[in-house]
């Protein structure tokens, strides 16, 4: 799922880990998201965005990412 966390990361000068310890998950874990390749749990996605200031729908490009999504459906 495409995502603005490395976006917003870079913005505020964080490395991976620094956004990791504040939401307390790995830099694995941060890694994984930023590729998008792991979708977060609610709380973890709340907790990412409330550190940037921004919403859950505006991190996680919820949609351009539903829209993505059903044109996948579009043509069954």
Same mark, same amino acid.
């Given at each position: 799922?495409?995502?603005?966390? $490395?976006?917003?990361?870079?913005?505020?000068? =964080?490395?991976?880990?620094?956004?990791? #310890?504040?939401?307390?998950?790995?830099?694995? &874990?941060? @890694?994984?998201?930023?590729?998008?390749?792991?979708?977060?749990?609610?709380?973890?996605?709340?907790? @990412?965005?409330?550190?940037?200031?921004? &919403? @859950?729908? *505006?991190? +996680?490009? =919820? $949609? #351009?990412? $539903?829209? #993505?999504? *059903?044109? $996948? +459906? #579009? *043509? =069954?």
């Amino acid at each position: 799922m495409k995502n603005k966390v $490395k976006e917003l990361r870079t913005a505020a000068g =964080l490395t991976q880990q620094q956004l990791a #310890e504040r939401v307390h998950v790995s830099s694995r &874990t941060v @890694i994984s998201l930023e590729k998008g390749q792991y979708n977060p749990s609610l709380l973890l996605a709340y907790r @990412i965005a409330e550190m940037f200031g921004t &919403t @859950i729908e *505006d991190l +996680y490009c =919820l $949609k #351009e990412n $539903k829209a #993505e999504e *059903d044109k $996948k +459906y #579009e *043509d =069954l």
